[in-house]
């Protein structure tokens, strides 16, 4: 097998592990920076492999990459690591929930999605097969399923239907041969009811994945559901493998995750936030628009180890945003990614300490 | 005196200098990337600081800083190396060739400018002596005068009225008492015309400043134009004074300015060009919006040291430029000022090994 996963620790629910991949191991839980179209935003591969950051492993979006720059382009190269020139692990997702959120004019039919490229209008299909023979090509470590994410708010019917094309999907998933080192995780759907949460878990899990996902969570239902289902699943996937709970999500969250026995995380809160000016602190979000750090002196976080901090003021950083500076989303990227980065570091050292 | 100039090296008219300021010697003949809003668009500190850029100087924009942040905070913060956190020299400009470019329905009266700002539409007005001491609060090691620039097609009348005008604000200039460390150098303007050149040259000469610019250069003349006058005047400047051609401009430009006597150079033309899309290379420039380059696996420029050049390929860079990814600004902007600093140290090895 490609991929394996070691406990080292465990705090009640919460699991300390080790992700060991053909291109590094991932000390878990861990948080995965988004990179949607090869690039995390604003930040170099350097800057995201060094302290204070150091990413063990980052996300790349199937559908964009897929857009552009293009099959062509990236096979030509190698694969999405070699394009982008990252040398640790990388995942990449289905292209399914940007199918359903981002494209236009979908038709899902028993077989896979016709849908309009956001960009072009053109119209493109994909299928389970598709989606991994594009994620073969970006050839990340961790490959998702092509699974279906139902509308937060559909009804049971929606859901039902969702599980059953989602577990068929999967099975057709699975059975791609993909590269070597490249491994496929199953994703079990069933929105907030615990009970069809719990049948899905067990129709995906019977595939054998190395890894599982939680999908179809943070996609509207409110902090209470997503906790409620995170306690009631979480724990009973599969103990011996990797579980991700996928696009999730606020600092807070992550804790309740990891505390619900959660491996591995992503969210583009950090990244996007950080351009938009809010700014994670360990005294609470800042936002740099507001008028009173036009003229503070003080450091972003005190308590934080990363050059944005270390560097610059809250008015030096206020003065990049309302100037609409690149160096701006920069600063603002490092210092949410780096909060996060010591978030769950701080999360492990609390498991294996004990 | 807060600046010392030596020339360690001549060659025909070009010189090799060391110029020593408060914040550190800075090798000539020296290009200075310009960080507008007390950010080179971008890039950190760092980078601009570690090679291959290694930049020694950077300018700031007195009008555009006036306008944002404005004084009180940089005030607050003691000036613009602490608010920026450059610790290495600074120079900034007068604000004057901004009033006259960017600003709207400029009121040119005897003892100075009263023009809208460009942001707000708000009424300012802008002295010789307000120039010098916004400088004063901003801080940079050298202090520009603040002039008249006419416009580039202006008749000899216009040209005799702002270097009239650009000689008894130079005295006042002067007269303001900066810091310590501050040094103020005079600009002389004289459009295209040798003899007009020659003579406010003497003028500005005349009032003894530690060092002295070419003004009005660069702002539409043709580049035939441009190199009679630098023929012609450069290497009639003070020999012991750092010489200063401001805004320009191409490398072949710099050369020419070099081999004509010219020490210091600004342009934001490496790093807008880079934003734009066009980058400078040992093979002549790229443009990486060409559709050659969406699959070119090569690097950008294989003789470049810098890491854009090192780490990426032309179709990454490309499909960074489509995407319009924050990071294509940064990895274009990190080679163009590659491309120069590589460019002026070359030029000055020239000059060092006759």
Redesign the interface.
């Known amino acids: 097998m490609a991929l394996k996963f070691e406990i080292v620790a465990q705090r009640g629910k919460a699991r300390a592990g080790l992700l060991h991949t053909a291109h590094g191991a991932i000390e878990t839980p861990v948080f995965m920076p988004v990179g949607t179209?090869?690039?995390v935003?604003?930040?170099?591969?350097?800057e995201l492999c060094a302290p204070p950051i150091d990413a063990k492993i980052i996300l790349g979006n199937t559908y964009h990459l897929f857009l552009?720059?293009g099959l062509?382009?990236i096979d030509?190269?190698g694969g999405l690591h070699e394009?982008?020139?990252w040398k640790r692990p990388m995942l990449t997702d289905s292209g399914g929930f940007q199918v359903f959120s981002l494209a236009g004019l979908n038709n899902i039919d028993e077989d896979g999605v016709t849908f309009r490229n956001h960009l072009s209008g053109d119209k493109i299909r994909l299928t389970p097969k598709i989606s991994m023979e594009i994620q073969r090509s970006l050839g990340a470590d961790i490959a998702m399923a092509f699974d279906q994410c139902p509308a937060a708010d559909g009804d049971r019917d929606s859901h039902l239907l969702a599980m059953e094309k989602t577990t068929r999907w999967a099975k057709i998933c699975r059975d791609v041969k993909m590269r070597d080192y490249q491994s496929i995780f199953g994703i079990f759907q069933g929105g907030i009811d615990v009970d069809l949460r719990l049948r899905h878990l067990a129709e995906i899990t019977d595939l054998d994945f190395p890894g599982y996902a939680i999908g179809g969570l943070s996609v509207g239902e409110s902090t209470e559901d997503m906790y409620r289902i995170l306690d009631a699943v979480a724990h009973r996937m599969p103990e011996d493998k990797p579980r991700y709970l996928m696009g999730v999500g606020t600092p807070d969250n992550l804790r309740h995750g990891v505390e619900a026995g959660v491996d591995m995380f992503d969210c583009v809160m950090p990244t996007r936030n950080a351009r938009n000016g809010n700014l994670f602190t360990s005294r609470g979000v800042v936002r740099i628009k507001q008028a009173q750090y036009?003229?503070d002196?003080s450091a972003l976080d005190p308590e934080c180890p990363c050059?944005t901090c270390t560097?610059?003021?809250k008015?030096?950083l206020?003065?990049?945003y309302?100037?609409r500076?690149?160096?701006f989303?920069?600063?603002a990227t490092m210092h949410n990614l780096t909060y996060y980065a010591q978030h769950m570091k701080r999360l492990r050292k609390k498991i294996i300490d004990g």
């Open positions: 179209l090869g690039t935003k604003g930040m170099t591969k350097d552009r720059p062509e382009v030509s190269h394009f982008a020139n036009k003229t002196k050059s560097d610059y003021t008015a030096y206020a003065h990049l309302r100037c500076e690149i160096l989303s920069r600063l």
